[in-house]
C-alpha cells in the first residue's frame, strides 16, 4: 500500500527505503523537479527548505566546499516575488498579490472572542523573504545578548550575542544608500559602516515617500521619540529610518531565491535544487541517532508521491521554518514522547522542546481621522486617478525606478522601551508581578496543557520570563514597535510577549500543515503591557503636528479611558501575528526545553542541525528577515568549520 497524506496507520513511518535515484540530473543550471534527476549516491549536505536561511546556508557551503555537494529540497517552486506594492495593486495598503504561501490556520483564541489568527508563510523558493513586507531592521543589542545568556554553555566557542553576530549582519547584506537629494528630500539618515557590501542580497532606501509621511514622524518627535541616526548598529530606542529589501536601481524585491540561488547557481555545478517535493522525515538506517548523518525521505507532491530516501554523507540541515521544521522532527520521532505516541511514532530522541516556545508579535492599533485638508502631494489617493496611476506604473519599469511602486510597507519605525512609555511605578508592577508569578508557580498554568507536566520546558519558560521581565526594566530595550508610511492608523506591537503556543502534528493528515496554536494572552500580563503600550501610542493622535490636521481619535477612540474598555477594544481589534513567528526548535540547555545546541546540533542526533528562525529561544524586538540571514551566514562558517581539515 503506497503512503499517502490520509493513512490512518501512518504508514510512512515504517523503515521506508523508497527507490534510491538511479540517474544523473540535468544541466546545474535547471532545477530538478524529480528524484530521478538528483546525483546518484546522495549529497554531502542536504538542507530541507529553500526559504532565507537554508538557501544562505547552502550557498555559503557551496561556495566554501567546491569538491562537496549541496541539495536543497523545497515544497514550493521557483517563482518571481512582487514587492509589497508593485503594479497592478492601485490602492496603497490594498492586499497585494505574493508569491505563493501557506495561509496558517492557527486554532481560535478563547481570550480574544475565538477570533482565528491571520497568519502566513512563504512556500516557494525564498521562504518568507519572498513574501514579507520587506522591512529590513535588526535587533537590539539586548536581545542578542540575552539569547547568549538563555542559550548557556558560555564555555563554547559558538557563542550567539551582539558581537558575535553583528559582523553576520554585515556579511549578509549589501546597502545602497540613497541620493543625495533624497536624503535631503525625505530627511533619510544612516551610516553605512554597519552594513556590507559583497553580497546579492540588498536593502535600500526608496526614492519615494508620501507627502503625509513626515506628519506622524513629527508627532512622534513631539511625544519624546529621541531621532536616531542610524537603528542597526545595536541601540534602536526612538525614532528610526529603516531599509527595505529590495534592489536599489530596479526597486524589485531582494530575497533569498534571487540572491542566494539564481544569483549563484550557474556558476556553482555543486550546487542542487529539488523543488515540489516534502521532506518527511530523517532515518538513521542502524536507528542509533549517534550512528551518523541521517537518511532525507522526501515525496514528491504530484504524481504517485511514493516516498524516497535520499542519504547525506555529512549532514542534513533543518531550514524549513517555524512550522514545517518542528513537523519533520516530530516525523522523524524526535520530540516528546506522549504527544509521539498520539501519533503513533516510535521516539527516537526525547525533547519535548519541539514544536513548543511558539511566539510571535502581536498587537492592536490606534486610529485617527483628519478632519482638516493635509493639501499636500502625492498622497496615496491620488493612485485612483489615472494619470497618476499611469505614471507611477511607468515610473516602476524605468531604470531607475522612481515613484510610488518603488514604496515596500514602511520606512519609519519608533521603538520604545517598556519604562520610557510606561513610567517607573506600572514598570515595576508588572515586572514584580512576573517575578511572584513564577516563584508561586502561577505563570506555569498559563502554558499549554502539554506543557504543564515537564519540568524541562517550566525551567526554560521561566527562564524567558526572568529575561523579559529584565528586559521590561531596562530603559535602552524596545518593549513596542509601532511602523508608518501614511494612512489613518498606526499600530502597537508588543515586541516580547509573555505569552507561548505550539506546533504539533496533524494526527489525522500527518503530512499535511501541522496543527498550530498561539496562545496569544495566555498569560494575561500581556493583556496589560498592550493597554500601556495603546496609552502612549494614543498620544500620537494629540500631538501638535496630528492636531494641526484636526485629528480625532476614532480607535480606542477617546471614550475608552479604563483598563476594561481598553481590554474590550484589544478584544475587538487584536492582531495576533505580524508574521514573526520563531522559537519552536530552541537552542536551550536541554534541561530547560531546548532543542539545538550553540552548535545549532539537535541533541542527541549525529549529523542533524536547525538552521532558521525556529531556533531563535526567544523573539526579538525585530522583523526576522535581517536576523534570518545573519543566523544562515554564521551557521555556514559553523559548519563549514567542523568540516575544514
Known amino acids: 500500500m503506497k503512503p499517502t497524506p490520509s493513512s490512518a496507520a501512518f504508514l510512512f513511518l515504517a523503515d ?3 527507490a534510491a535515484a538511479t540517474h544523473c540530473g540535468p544541466s546545474h543550471r535547471q532545477v530538478r523537479r524529480q528524484v530521478s534527476q538528483l546525483r546518484d549516491g546522495g549529497y554531502d549536505f542536504i538542507i530541507a527548505g529553500g526559504g532565507t536561511a537554508g538557501l544562505t546556508v547552502a550557498d555559503r557551503l557551496s561556495e566554501a566546499f567546491p569538491e562537496k555537494t549541496v541539495l536543497v529540497v523545497e515544497y514550493g517552486d521557483v517563482e518571481y516575488a512582487p514587492g509589497t506594492f508593485d503594479p497592478p495593486l492601485a490602492t496603497w495598503g490594498g492586499r497585494a498579490v505574493t508569491a ?15 477570533k482565528t489568527p491571520v497568519v502566513y508563510a512563504g512556500q516557494v523558493v525564498g521562504g518568507s523573504s519572498a513574501i514579507n513586507g520587506m522591512f529590513f531592521d535588526r535587533p537590539a543589542r539586548q536581545d542578542l545578548d540575552d539569547w547568549d545568556d538563555l542559550a ?5 566557542s559558538n557563542r550567539w550575542n551582539w558581537d558575535t553576530i553583528y559582523p553576520y549582519f554585515k556579511k549578509s547584506v549589501t546597502f545602497t544608500a540613497p541620493s543625495a537629494t533624497d536624503a535631503q528630500k525625505y530627511g533619510y539618515t544612516w551610516d553605512a559602516s554597519v552594513y556590507g557590501s559583497t553580497t546579492s542580497i540588498y536593502s535600500s532606501f526608496p526614492p519615494f515617500l508620501w507627502a503625509d509621511h513626515h506628519i506622524v514622524r513629527n508627532a512622534w518627535s513631539e511625544i519624546g521619540a529621541r531621532a536616531l541616526k542610524e537603528c542597526a548598529s545595536g541601540n534602536k530606542s526612538g525614532l528610526c529610518w529603516v531599509p527595505i529589501s529590495q534592489h536599489p536601481v530596479t526597486a524589485r524585491r531582494s530575497h533569498a531565491g ?14 542542487d535544487l529539488l523543488v515540489k517535493h516534502q521532506v518527511v522525515r530523517v532515518v538513521w538506517p542502524t536507528g542509533d541517532p549517534t550512528s551518523g548523518p541521517p537518511v532525507v525521505q522526501v515525496r514528491p507532491l504530484s504524481g504517485n508521491q511514493t516516498i524516497f530516501s535520499i542519504p547525506a554523507r555529512a549532514e542534513v540541515i533543518l531550514s524549513a521554518g517555524v512550522f514545517n521544521t518542528p513537523a519533520i522532527l516530530q516525523r522523524s520521532g524526535i520530540g516528546k514522547s506522549s504527544i509521539l505516541a498520539q501519533a503513533g511514532i516510535n521516539t527516537i530522541i526525547d525533547l519535548p522542546g519541539v514544536g513548543s516556545n511558539l511566539q510571535d508579535h502581536s498587537g ?3 486610529s485617527w481621522n483628519l478632519t482638516k485638508p493635509v493639501n499636500q502631494s502625492p498622497l496615496p489617493e491620488q493612485m485612483a486617478d489615472p494619470a497618476f496611476l499611469a505614471d507611477a506604473t511607468a515610473g516602476f519599469n524605468e531604470t531607475p525606478a522612481r515613484g510610488p511602486y518603488t514604496l515596500g510597507n514602511s520606512n519609519s519605525a519608533i521603538y520604545i522601551p517598556f519604562s520610557e512609555l510606561a513610567g517607573r511605578n506600572k514598570t515595576e508592577s508588572i515586572v514584580n508581578k ?5 516563584k508561586d508557580g502561577t505563570a506555569f498554568s498559563t502554558l499549554p496543557a502539554d506543557y504543564r507536566d515537564d519540568t524541562t520546558l517550566k525551567a526554560g519558560y521561566a527562564a524567558q520570563l526572568e529575561t ?3 528586559i521590561m526594566s531596562d530603559p535602552e530595550t524596545p518593549s513596542l514597535e509601532s511602523t508608518w508610511a501614511s494612512g489613518n492608523n498606526v499600530r502597537a506591537v508588543n515586541l516580547h510577549p509573555l505569552s507561548r503556543g505550539t506546533v504539533r502534528l496533524n494526527l489525522t493528515h500527518p503530512f499535511e500543515f501541522p496543527v498550530v496554536i498561539y496562545g496569544t494572552g495566555s498569560n494575561r500580563l500581556d493583556i496589560d503591557v498592550y493597554i500601556e503600550h495603546i496609552r502612549y501610542l494614543r498620544r500620537t493622535v494629540a500631538a501638535p503636528a496630528m492636531q494641526k490636521y484636526g485629528a480625532i481619535e476614532t480607535g480606542p477612540g477617546l471614550a475608552a479611558q479604563s483598563d476594561e474598555e481598553l481590554i474590550d477594544y484589544v478584544s475587538d481589534n487584536i492582531v495576533f501575528s ?12 536541554r534541561e530547560k526545553g531546548g532543542v539545538v545546541d550553540t552548535d545549532l546540533a539537535v541533541y542527541g542526533a549525529n549529523g542533524l542541525r536547525v538552521v532558521d528562525m525556529s531556533a531563535l529561544p526567544v523573539l526579538p524586538s525585530a522583523h526576522l528577515s535581517a536576523l534570518a540571514y545573519a543566523v544562515g551566514e554564521r551557521a555556514a562558517d559553523v559548519i563549514a568549520g567542523a568540516w575544514r581539515v
Open 16 to 18: 521506508l527505503t523508497g
Open 100 to 114: 505563493t504561501r501557506w495561509d496558517v490556520v492557527p486554532q481560535p483564541e478563547p481570550r480574544f472572542r475565538n
Open 152 to 156: 548557556g554553555n558560555k564555555n563554547t
Open 258 to 271: 534571487v540572491g542566494h540561488y539564481l544569483a549563484v547557481n550557474a556558476t556553482r555545478s555543486n550546487y
Open 364 to 366: 492592536a492599533p490606534v
Open 434 to 438: 512576573i517575578r511572584e508569578s513564577i
Open 468 to 470: 523579559i521581565a529584565r
Open 578 to 589: 505580524f508574521m514573526h513567528p520563531c522559537c519552536t526548535a530552541a537552542m536551550l540547555p
